[in-house]
């Protein structure tokens, strides 16, 4: 294997969307450190790695207006380079659209095809920087009269769709846009091992949805589920705890789903049974989970590790039969409410978040509110709620999308004032509680420290540094570190307490 070789820059990733978009870009960012590159801000960054999300139309627009203004940045600056990553990646005619409408973007990619951001570092930033080992004073240019055997070429490289760009009289050369189908083979990156890792840290364990819900966008941009060998998985939790993660969340569209494709078709339960005994390893988390996957042995099995947290992610979208037909949910109310009731006979200690759509195509007065009546019903620690906005490429893009901007957000706003109630009465009961909280980060509020945190059941927690007078008081916290917080206050969305010695 060829040793890379690449002249040091910074680069800035810049992230929206969900949990999975922020695993890519921990493994985007390992990689760039692994090669000696820095992190810096976007306005400092030699290389801007943009992690895109199309779900819905919000995080979008954010990416285009980002975009435009790299371009102007790019106008200034001859030793920029602008990637583009996420779920606004979709088919060759996706890319092909973006690339006219953004021809500063030098690179396509999606986390499978990352193994090509190395060599696109080593030849467009070698060349930028003017480090070595090309001499593009002697590149021919575009206005001249050049054949075939005339252009650079390089070995080893995969064949990539190019473009052409200027840096002032010289021409850079043109390299990695992105691969054409079947030229690699799409491969989720594996041994990445951090120099540090975040004491919460994400786990993909299943890539891509089978799910074929008519809003959703997601399977035609990340593509059929794929489990990650359980070995592989292993060993890379082994890594993130040794290099510093206390907690693990494992990641799925359908994490339910995982081993289904496997060949000795393991469940999220033995997964979860083989990372319970990674000494250093303190919680495991899950999301996100779909009702049909989820059989009473995981259930139980899962409900029985000390190290796995009770919470639970699962998404209704709506509490109307109809709606869910309409959205192809595969499942009806009924099958989705006996589960809930499963899961907490099996789990009594479980809390339950789930996620909402308002204002879908078709949603009447009465589908809208069965949902209300649902959230009454199930009583959920927390409420995602999101106004339905098109996805262009969606089954549902074709359909009439006649709920109007107003009444959406009306509806929205109903969804949260009813959880909010909910929320509020459901925190009250952890008053007086004494609850075990990993410490996430440190801030001032009222000129006192104060730490935050998240119990086991992922309520937010917040309380003041212990005093001087505390046998803690010498005491300096890190996140990761665990204290016990006997509850004093409740909000629908936080706890707040005191930190106590057992």
Not at 84 to 107: F, S, V
Not at 130 to 140: N, R, T, V
Not at 254 to 281: C, H, R
Request: hydrophobic share 35%; charged share 25%.
């Amino acid at each position: 294997m060829t040793t890379i070789s690449i002249p040091r820059g910074k680069y800035h990733i810049w992230t929206v969307g969900c949990q999975m978009n922020q695993a890519d870009s921990q493994r985007i960012q390992t990689m760039l450190d692994e090669l000696g590159w820095e992190e810096a801000s976007m306005e400092q960054a030699n290389l801007v790695v943009l992690n895109t999300c199309s779900v819905r139309q919000a995080p979008e627009e954010k990416a285009h207006n980002l975009l435009a203004q790299l371009k102007r940045a790019k106008n200034e600056r001859s030793d920029l380079l602008v990637a583009l990553m996420g779920c606004m990646i979709g088919n060759q005619k996706t890319i092909d659209a973006l690339e006219k409408r953004y021809p500063h973007i030098d690179l396509f990619m999606k986390v499978e095809h990352a193994d090509i951001l190395p060599r696109f570092l080593e030849e467009r930033w070698t060349l930028i920087s003017g480090a070595g080992c090309l001499d593009i004073e002697f590149m021919p240019d575009a206005s001249d009269e050049t054949t075939d055997d005339e252009i650079p070429v390089f070995p080893d490289l995969p064949t990539f769709a190019t473009s052409t760009s200027r840096a002032g009289k010289r021409t850079v050369l043109p390299m990695a846009i992105t691969p054409k189908p079947g030229e690699r083979i799409a491969h989720y990156p594996t041994k990445i091992e951090p120099a540090k890792a975040s004491p919460s840290a994400w786990l993909p364990i299943v890539l891509g949805c089978n799910k074929v819900c008519t809003y959703c966008i997601v399977p035609y941009r990340r593509g059929r589920e794929r489990s990650r060998p359980m070995d592989e998985l292993m060993i890379e939790a082994r890594s993130l705890v040794d290099k510093g993660a206390k907690e693990l969340t494992l990641l799925g569209q359908t994490v339910e789903a995982y081993g289904l494709d496997l060949p000795d078709q393991p469940d999220l339960a033995d997964l979860m049974t083989n990372l319970s005994e990674i000494d250093g390893l303190e919680r495991i988390r899950f999301m996100t989970s779909y009702p049909r996957h989820m059989t009473d042995s995981m259930i139980e099995r899962m409900a029985h590790l000390p190290k796995v947290c009770e919470h639970l992610n699962i998404p209704v979208q709506s509490g109307d039969d109809a709606m869910l037909k309409r959205m192809k949910r595969g499942y009806s109310l009924d099958e989705y409410v006996e589960r809930i009731e499963r899961v907490r006979e099996l789990w009594p200690d479980i809390t339950l978040s789930t996620d909402i759509i308002v204002g879908f195509c078709g949603e009447t007065e009465e589908e809208f509110q069965h949902t209300l009546d649902l959230l009454e019903k199930i009583r959920f620690d927390v409420v995602h709620v999101a106004a339905y906005s098109v996805r262009p490429g969606t089954v549902a893009a074709r359909w009439e999308d006649d709920v109007p901007l107003a009444e959406k957000k009306r509806r929205l706003h109903a969804v949260e004032e009813i959880q909010g109630k909910i929320a509020f009465e459901l925190n009250q009961s952890y008053v007086g509680k004494v609850e075990e909280v990993m410490v996430e980060d440190t801030n001032m509020t009222h000129g006192r420290q104060q730490l935050k945190g998240r119990n086991r059941g992922n309520k937010l927690v917040f309380c003041p540094v212990p005093d001087s007078t505390s046998s803690e008081g010498q005491r300096v916290f890190q996140p990761g570190d665990f204290v016990h917080v006997r509850i004093e206050r409740a909000t629908a969305w936080s706890l707040q307490g005191e930190a106590v010695v057992l």
